[in-house]
């Protein structure tokens, strides 16, 4: 199983960003997935699952700014991060099941 991010790169306080994660050699239909977040000197932190039927569930201080689906038909997850904020920077990262991570995509958000 191999997993990979797309979509990260350098937006300006407030812009938006849509992320975007497949699995190479597999199917995302067979996987909740995840997507989880570690900014510089700081831990890693979970962000938003999707369950296999679409259901999703935020962390708290996520406060409706960034949104998770799936499409299991073009086997991409998605994750949409909006009015972002220079402390969202860091390395995000997709996960299948918890099990298998990819190498994370950078976002970066500054004026």
């Known amino acids: 199983v191999q997993i990979v991010e797309s979509g990260g790169g350098l937006v300006q306080p407030g812009g938006s960003l849509r992320l975007s994660c497949t699995i190479n050699?597999?199917?995302?239909?067979?996987?909740?997935m995840y997507w989880h977040r570690q900014a510089m000197g700081k831990r890693r932190e979970q962000i938003a699952g999707?369950?296999?039927?679409?259901?999703?569930n935020y962390e708290d201080w996520v406060q409706g700014r960034f949104i998770i689906s799936r499409n299991n038909a073009n086997n991409t997850v998605y994750l949409y991060l909006n009015n972002l904020k220079p402390e969202d920077s860091g390395v995000y990262y997709c996960?299948?099941?918890?099990?298998?991570w990819g190498q994370g995509t950078q976002v970066t958000v500054s004026a």
């Open positions: 996960g299948a099941g918890f099990a298998y």
């Open positions: 050699g597999g199917s995302i239909s067979r996987w909740a």
């Open positions: 999707v369950a296999l039927g679409g259901t999703p």
